[in-house]
């Protein structure tokens, strides 16, 4: 899609439309769309008139699937045998100090009790939870060494979405679309999708653009005619050609008395023009009737467990070739049970989470894969922590831990087949290769050609970053 | 004195290093810190820090350039002109000039009334009157108080992941409202906020004053939360808020290191923090004994009404609970229930931890027992309906009875301040005193010394009060000098400093700075009253300029507007612009103050709001359907669940002060505007009203653009507006509907000339 078009005519109506192309031609047409609708207006010298990436990019696009709650390393990806000989004993002191949202003071060991095989090229553990992972063994870049500074759901959420535990700062989709801009003219750039039984605890914070200006946050996207909020009118009178004639009237008057070069005016005449082509590409790029069956098959979306994980991964992949830069795709929210948050009974609640999203995950990889579209399509699993060696209340449920977890890596620019970090003996704290939040989100920002450190917003007093004031790229992961 | 040695060493040493950050990031601020500051004393040892900085000078007395001038405004700004060989925009019409007076003032547009009334009046008063009646208008503390909560960061509710809402919030929001309405002066404005409780003890409306330092988010979930760090957040919250509104600091960066521009010194974060260091936040009751009897009456009254339909649940259920908690036994493993068969004297402590963990996994929870239900439509009808009859009688509990939300001080035994490096409470450093920052004190600076602590009350240190007295004092170089700044911000624009809240070495260097310092002057001279400030700016000629940069010198030379030499044209905030929305389309609710109004919410935003337990509704819509009608600042703020009107016209988070809030253009807007329910309605409503207003289609148009522009429509903009309401054969009503729609949605509608 090219960037630099001028708003295309759509169902031409009348003089007005004509006259506003004419304009469109001469008034404003030196300046394309997608730079008008960057402009801001009364801010303080806007520092990215056109935003692009410092370097040459490795992936143009990406998708965050965001396992909420926090999936159990161990298991997942990171068996530990060790835990088998521990199991039902008090934690050895000599893992040192574990902490975790509401452990007591001498837990007692919880082995896995999954099956365990090594799969692909590089021989990567996966437990049967996964099995539709296996194939794609040498496709992901598995990171088991991850570290965050919460392990309260909320602060972790946002620190895995903004690199700071509190809310309020601008969200890694909103960086990246501030930085980079955007590829569609007629989608938003930064889409979200939450699942239907509920959001994740951190809420709309997780998707916000901070200080940045509105435009960069997450726009939530849902299955159905009405994709997103206020797309249409809740009212079955106001048809298109209605609206059509409501917009070509508003521009009417809007260019009665427009002065040349008044960019301000000139985008928001543009911004109707792309609320309307959005109001007709929206709902076809979550129309999956236009899928084949195969397709559909392939994401599980026939089938109630994979229905509706299926589904939000195949609008992401329409989504994503359609030119949205980000897309948060959530698994977990709402009660519970409908989280990663496995603190009665990990294999109850990991069986039931699997089973709705490895088959449409895997299923992801493999479409993007096929359609040429995984070169340059970063694509990220995790949650906001990992998970407890050690029991909760000796229960079968783990607890909170977010000083060693996994998370994988796929697609633009990252080494597949790949593992890196460790955890010790029982999967605890990282032993090698920490990679702390701050350095995936530096690591992330150079798959999408922006150096973490430049790419700054000044607020405050100072000059905010994604990274805060740290973060190094983890070349381990870069191919 | 060897320790910064030492670090200065340490810092050059490491120097190369430095874009890693691995050794001394610490020294090496030190280092730029005194650059900036320019202190030679600092490399001696001395603990003093001085700065030629401009902000931390005294405020200068300065003359008026030319006193004949009407308005010493224009006097200040026609020199620079001058200088500049730059010429003022003509003025703007009456008409915009009412439209914009209106809009800054009260954040309505004026009626056709209005508007009438002012053209009439040709006398030169005619301005001053409406700027009097503006003033005096009870809109205007409510138009002014949405900025200040922008500072403040008010919300109705905690934020965060329970996002717990807060019943009493809105008095401070309220209170707020009263205070500039009757122009409380800001000195005392300031001290009740920082100080309510020591300054005036024992006093209702000081204690809800004081709720600015809590309008902020604050963190409250179960779980092992270190008791120190949370407190050390709030301190710093509430440190940094007073910093940035009240002093125009970004004190907040010297949490963790030495402030990396300005001449503040972790020490100096921590000496400011220390009086805060034996607040409480807490909500003591402020009812009356009859609102306590009152409630637990009306309470009881509906528990009883609630117990039999409860009960009928828990009987229907109970067989579900029953199937499901047998149906869990039977999943034990033998070990697991041959633990659960010992007696709990026979168990080891491990067998004990095993017991109590089955117990859990064997608990019954909702999710099961609805799925469960889900297979039996019947008995889920009956428990839907049971869960829906319990749910209307829940939400007609009475609302608590009042407490104040505050920051308040309940002994004078004070834990000790200590910096902390990097910000960390596990590494605690030097022991510190409440101070202000040394470098507001410093010999060559101007602000006067902290006064002694004072006590107007045993209980408490004072400390909050002095310091509160310390930033009132008319002396002091940064308060006035920054609220004078945001009163122009809002009505020009931007400030005379561009960076509202940061007067600072990487704040913007004020764009006249002797008018600056005049009004500020002048702030003093009127007893810190701001409404005289608000009635010199709006009467300046300056203000009463044209916005549109038209094809002229002055545009070449000056595109930014830097000089003021025409107005700024300024797009309506987000509640100005709903506001604006209800009241040309007749259906603005004028009621003032109470708690917030729980509006409709799009319904994929409702469900957005968190909840882990099963809740029929989680956003009860206010029964009353005028109160949906009433100001946006009335509006139930929920942290996390923002409006989508308002979020897509850069309404703050609410997460942290927002001094000068976003503009952007996006197509959510559009959307919000065009299709919301609320614009909708808004649309049929306006023309609702405009039938009733007159039989002739052109006296119709005329009266729409009265109220939207604040003007008569052109013969050619009738006529098109005629042409497009007749060239379509839907009824009358939906014709005009589209009309007005469209004109919500007009760039000129949406922007204040």
């Given at each position: 899609m090219n960037p630099h078009s001028v708003p295309r005519p759509v169902s031409g109506q009348g003089w007005s439309r004509r006259d506003f192309l004419t304009r469109a031609g001469h008034g404003f047409g030196a300046l394309a769309l997608a730079d008008l609708l960057r402009i801001e207006a009364a801010a303080p010298a806007p520092r990215r008139l056109s935003p692009q990436a410092h370097f040459a990019p490795k992936a143009k696009r990406c998708i965050?699937?965001?396992?909420?709650?926090?999936?159990?390393?161990?298991?997942?990806?990171?068996?530990?045998?060790?835990?088998?000989?521990?199991?039902?004993?008090?934690?050895?002191?000599?893992?040192?100090?574990?902490?975790?949202?509401f452990l007591e003071s001498d837990p007692l060991c919880l082995r896995s009790t999954r099956t365990w095989g090594r799969y692909g090229q590089c021989g990567m553990d996966m437990s049967d939870l996964i099995p539709h992972m296996r194939p794609h063994a040498d496709d992901i870049a598995l990171l088991r060494s991850c570290v965050v500074d919460s392990v309260i759901h909320a602060p972790a959420q946002y620190q895995m979405s903004s690199g700071?535990?509190?809310?309020?700062?601008?969200?890694?989709?909103?960086?990246?679309?501030?930085?980079?801009?955007?590829?569609?003219?007629?989608?938003?750039?930064?889409?979200?999708?939450?699942?239907?039984?509920?959001?994740?605890?951190?809420?709309?914070?997780?998707?916000?653009?901070?200080?940045?200006?509105?435009?960069?946050?997450?726009?939530?996207?849902?299955?159905?005619?009405?994709?997103?909020?206020?797309l249409a009118p809740d009212n079955s009178a106001f048809t298109r050609s209605r609206q059509r004639r409501i917009i070509d009237f508003t521009q009417e008057l809007n260019r009665r008395n427009l002065r040349q070069g008044d960019a301000e005016l000139e985008a928001r005449i543009a911004s109707y023009e792309l609320a309307f082509r959005m109001q007709a590409e929206a709902p076809d790029a979550v129309d999956l009737s236009r899928e084949s069956a195969a397709t559909r098959a392939l994401y599980g979306v026939d089938q109630p467990a994979t229905a509706d994980f299926g589904s939000r991964c195949l609008i992401a992949r329409r989504l994503l070739e359609r030119g949205v830069r980000f897309v948060q795709l959530y698994s977990g929210g709402g009660p519970v049970a409908w989280q990663w948050d496995a603190h009665d009974d990990v294999n109850a609640n990991h069986e039931r989470m699997c089973g709705a999203t490895d088959k449409p995950v895997a299923a992801l990889l493999t479409d993007l894969k096929r359609r040429g579209l995984l070169d340059d399509t970063l694509v990220i699993w995790g949650g906001e922590f990992g998970r407890t060696p050690v029991s909760q209340k000796g229960s079968r449920g783990r607890d909170h831990n977010a000083t060693g977890f996994s998370m994988w890596f796929a697609g633009g620019g990252v080494k597949p087949g790949t593992i890196h970090g460790s955890t010790d003996e029982i999967g605890l704290h990282t032993?090698?290769?920490?990679?702390?939040?701050?350095?995936?989100?530096?690591?992330?920002?150079?798959?999408?050609?922006?150096?973490?450190?430049?790419?700054?917003h000044p607020h405050g007093g100072r000059d905010e970053r994604l990274t805060d004031v740290h973060g190094h790229v983890i070349q381990g992961l870069l191919a | 004195m060897g320790k910064i040695r030492r670090d200065i060493r340490s810092a050059q040493a490491s120097f190369r290093f430095w874009p890693e950050r691995s050794v001394s990031f610490r020294a090496w601020l030190l280092i730029f810190s005194w650059f900036v500051a320019g202190s030679g004393s600092v490399l001696c040892g001395s603990p003093s820090v001085a700065s030629d900085h401009w902000s931390f000078q005294p405020v200068r007395a300065v003359p008026i350039p030319s006193p004949t001038r009407h308005n010493p405004i224009d006097a200040f700004l026609d020199q620079r002109l001058r200088e500049r060989g730059l010429r003022s925009a003509p003025p703007a019409s009456r008409e915009a000039w009412l439209r914009r007076v209106s809009f800054d003032l009260t954040g309505l547009p004026p009626t056709p009334s209005e508007r009438a009334s002012f053209l009439a009046d040709r006398s030169q008063k005619a301005r001053e009157r409406v700027v009097d009646r503006l003033l005096a208008s009870p809109r205007h503390g409510e138009r002014w108080?949405?900025?200040?909560?922008?500072?403040?960061?008010?919300?109705?509710?905690?934020?965060?992941?329970?996002?717990?809402?807060?019943?009493?919030?809105?008095?401070?929001?309220?209170?707020?409202?009263?205070?500039?309405?009757?122009?409380?002066?800001?000195?005392?404005?300031?001290?009740l906020q920082v100080a309510g409780d020591e300054a005036a003890p024992g006093q209702v409306e000081a204690l809800i004053a004081s709720g600015f330092g809590r309008a902020?988010?604050?963190?409250?979930?179960?779980?092992?939360?270190?008791?120190?760090?949370?407190?050390?957040?709030?301190?710093?919250?509430?440190?940094?808020?007073?910093?940035?509104?009240?002093?125009?600091?970004?004190?907040?960066?010297?949490?963790?290191?030495?402030?990396?521009?300005?001449?503040?010194?972790?020490?100096?974060?921590?000496?400011?923090?220390?009086?805060?260091?034996?607040?409480?936040?807490?909500?003591?009751?402020?009812?009356?004994?009859?609102?306590?009897?009152?409630?637990?009456?009306?309470?009881?009254?509906?528990?009883?009404?609630?117990?039999?339909?409860?009960?009928?649940?828990?009987?229907?259920?109970?067989?579900?609970?029953?199937?499901?908690?047998?149906?869990?036994?039977?999943?034990?493993?033998?070990?697991?229930?041959?633990?659960?068969?010992?007696?709990?004297?026979?168990?080891?402590?491990?067998?004990?931890?095993?017991?109590?963990?089955?117990?859990?996994?064997?608990?019954?929870?909702?999710?099961?027992?609805?799925?469960?239900?889900?297979?039996?439509?019947?008995?889920?009808?009956?428990?839907?309906?049971?869960?829906r009859q319990i749910h209307d009688l829940e939400i007609q509990m009475p609302p608590p009875p009042a407490r104040a939300m505050s920051m308040v001080e309940v002994t004078n035994r004070l834990p000790e301040t200590q910096v902390l490096f990097r910000g960390n409470v596990k590494a605690k450093r030097e022991a510190v005193e409440p101070a202000p920052p040394r470098v507001l004190v410093a010999r060559r600076g101007g602000a006067p010394a902290p006064p002694p602590v004072e006590r107007l009350d045993p209980t408490r240190s004072g400390r909050r009060l002095a310091?509160?007295?310390?930033?009132?004092?008319?002396?002091?170089?940064?308060?006035?000098?920054?609220?004078?700044?945001?009163?122009?911000?809002?009505?020009?624009?931007?400030?005379?400093?561009?960076?509202?809240?940061?007067?600072?070495?990487?704040?913007?260097?004020?764009?006249?700075?002797?008018?600056?310092?005049?009004?500020?002057?002048?702030?003093?001279?009127?007893?810190?009253?701001?409404?005289?400030?608000?009635?010199?700016?709006?009467?300046?000629?300056?203000?009463?300029?044209?916005?549109?940069?038209?094809?002229?010198?002055?545009?070449r030379s000056d595109p930014d507007n830097a000089t003021w030499w025409r107005m700024n044209r300024r797009?309506?905030?987000?509640?100005?612009?709903?506001?604006?929305?209800?009241?040309?389309?007749?259906?603005?609710?004028?009621?003032?103050?109470?708690?917030?109004?729980?509006?409709?919410?799009?319904?994929?935003?409702?469900?957005?709001?968190?909840?882990?337990?099963?809740?029929?509704?989680?956003?009860?819509?206010?029964?009353?359907?005028?109160?949906?009608?009433?100001?946006?600042?009335?509006?139930?703020?929920?942290?996390?669940?923002?409006?989508?009107?308002?979020?897509?016209?850069?309404?703050?988070?609410?997460?942290?002060?927002?001094?000068?809030?976003?503009?952007?253009?996006?197509?959510?807007?559009?959307?919000?505007?065009?299709?919301?329910?609320?614009?909708?309605?808004?649309?049929r409503d306006f023309a609702n009203s405009l039938l009733a207003h007159s039989d002739k289609p052109s006296l119709r148009v005329e009266e729409a653009y009265l109220r939207c522009f604040g003007r008569k429509p052109t013969t050619s903009e009738i006529k098109a507006a005629i042409r497009f309401i007749q060239a379509d054969s839907r009824p009358e009503m939906e014709r005009w509907t589209d009309f007005t729609l469209a004109l919500l949605n007009t760039n000129e509608f949406i922007h204040v000339p």
């Open positions: 965050f699937l965001f396992m909420v709650g926090g999936p159990s390393q161990m298991d997942l990806f990171d068996p530990k045998p060790a835990l088998d000989r521990l199991h039902g004993q008090r934690l050895p002191p000599s893992f040192g100090k574990i902490h975790s949202q700071r535990m509190f809310m309020g700062h601008p969200s890694l989709g909103s960086w990246l679309t501030y930085g980079l801009g955007s590829i569609s003219d007629n989608l938003p750039a930064f889409v979200v999708m939450s699942q239907p039984q509920g959001t994740p605890e951190g809420g709309a914070p997780c998707w916000s653009s901070g200080y940045l200006p509105a435009r960069h946050q997450g726009t939530l996207f849902r299955p159905g005619p009405n994709p997103i909020v206020n032993t090698s290769g920490r990679a702390h939040i701050h350095d995936i989100h530096a690591t992330i920002l150079h798959l999408m050609g922006l150096d973490h450190t430049r790419l700054t | 108080a949405q900025h200040w909560l922008d500072l403040a960061h008010y919300a109705d509710s905690n934020g965060f992941e329970l996002d717990a809402d807060r019943p009493d919030a809105w008095r401070y929001r309220d209170w707020v409202i009263a205070a500039l309405n009757r122009d409380l002066p800001y000195d005392e404005f300031l001290t902020g988010p604050r963190e409250e979930v179960a779980g092992n939360i270190d008791p120190e760090v949370k407190r050390q957040d709030e301190l710093t919250h509430v440190t940094s808020t007073i910093g940035s509104v009240f002093m125009g600091l970004t004190i907040g960066c010297a949490r963790c290191h030495d402030h990396k521009f300005d001449p503040i010194p972790a020490a100096d974060y921590y000496s400011l923090q220390a009086h805060f260091a034996g607040v409480q936040l807490q909500d003591p009751p402020i009812y009356q004994p009859e609102e306590l009897t009152r409630f637990q009456a009306e309470s009881n009254r509906i528990r009883v009404l609630i117990q039999p339909l409860a009960e009928a649940r828990k009987k229907l259920e109970q067989p579900y609970r029953d199937r499901l908690r047998a149906a869990k036994e039977t999943g034990l493993t033998p070990q697991e229930k041959a633990v659960r068969a010992k007696r709990k004297e026979d168990r080891t402590p491990e067998e004990q931890r095993l017991f109590e963990g089955t117990s859990t996994a064997l608990n019954v929870t909702w999710e099961e027992v609805a799925e469960a239900f889900a297979q039996h439509p019947a008995d889920h009808q009956q428990r839907e309906a049971l869960k310091l509160a007295r310390w930033m009132a004092d008319p002396s002091h170089p940064l308060t006035s000098r920054v609220i004078v700044n945001r009163l122009w911000q809002h009505h020009f624009g931007r400030g005379l400093v561009a960076t509202p809240s940061d007067f600072g070495a990487r704040g913007a260097r004020p764009s006249h700075p002797e008018l600056l310092d005049w009004l500020a002057g002048e702030l003093i001279r009127n007893q810190w009253r701001l409404k005289p400030l608000h009635r010199l700016m709006v009467l300046s000629e300056a203000y009463g300029r044209d916005s549109d940069p038209v094809d002229s010198t002055s545009h797009r309506m905030d987000a509640e100005g612009l709903r506001d604006s929305v209800l009241a040309v389309s007749g259906r603005f609710d004028g009621a003032a103050g109470g708690p917030g109004v729980r509006a409709p919410l799009e319904p994929e935003v409702r469900e957005l709001i968190f909840t882990e337990a099963e809740v029929v509704d989680l956003w009860p819509v206010d029964p009353r359907e005028r109160n949906h009608h009433r100001r946006s600042i009335y509006l139930m703020r929920k942290r996390n669940v923002p409006y989508p009107l308002l979020n897509a016209f850069d309404a703050p988070d609410a997460q942290s002060p927002c001094p000068e809030r976003a503009v952007s253009t996006h197509a959510p807007q559009a959307l919000a505007l065009l299709n919301s329910q609320f614009a909708q309605k808004a649309a």
